[in-house]
Every structure is written in C-alpha cells, then in structure tokens.
Nanobody, 120 residues
Framework: QLQASGGGVVQAGDSLRLSCTAS????????VGWIRQAPGKDREIVAG????????YYADSMKGRFTIFRDNAKNTVYLQMNSLKPEDTAVYYC???????????????WGQGTLVTVSS
C-alpha cells in the first residue's frame, strides 16, 4: 500500500528525491515518516510530516539538507535530499502512522524501501 521509489547511486554532494506513493488508504489521514537503515546499524528516523503537511520533523543530521513535503492530491510524500554524504547510504523506508506525534513511534503501514548509495 506504500511504494517508495527514487533511490539510486550518486556521488557525494549530489541530490536525490525520494517518493512514497500510497494506494488503498486515506493517505491524507496519516502522518508519514522516512526511516533509513544503514548496513549493520539500527533504523533511524530521518524526517516526518503531519497529515496536513503543516508540521515537519527532521533528525539533527538532516536539518538543512533534507526536506519532506507532501501532495495529498497525489497520495505522495517526498523527501528531497541535498548535499548527500557517504554516511547517508542506507535503505530508505516510508511509513504511515495514525499517530499525531512527530516523529511517530508506531507506524501502521510500511513501504518496501529504496536503496540510496552515496559514493565519496
């Protein structure tokens, strides 16, 4: 029900835009988060956005580089990633939550993940 896309192989300093498209659910009723998992590391919340898009959350290391935004008419949430670093290499997942908290602590739906690889 959530499809993440947009990953790829880029060089340090490049940009990527990830997309998370929902089907079969009232997407505008959910907050959405991007969570990443690097090899050998725990999952890390990258960013989150409220159901209306009026509130956002970023992990400290992403502030100023990543932007999360959504288009509920297209059932899609985006993660614009600029100034990518090798340490941003990870599988990026999108997830939807009924919780009003940002970042959410529980997610009801998960996408399959999209791999981002940043070379130095």
């Amino acid at each position: 029900q959530l499809q993440a896309s947009g990953g790829g192989v880029v060089q340090a300093g490049d940009s990527l835009r990830l997309s998370c498209t929902a089907s079969g659910l009232s997407f505008s009723a959910f907050s959405v988060g991007w969570i990443r998992q690097a090899p050998g590391k725990d999952r890390e919340i990258v960013a989150g956005i409220s159901w209306r898009g009026s509130e956002t959350y970023y992990a400290d290391s992403m502030k100023g580089r990543f932007t999360i935004f959504r288009d509920n008419a297209k059932n899609t949430v985006y993660l614009q990633m600029n100034s990518l670093k090798p340490e941003d290499t990870a599988v990026y997942y999108c997830a939807a939550s009924r919780s009003p908290l940002l970042p959410a602590t529980d997610y009801n739906y998960w996408g399959q993940g999209t791999l981002v690889t940043v070379s130095s």
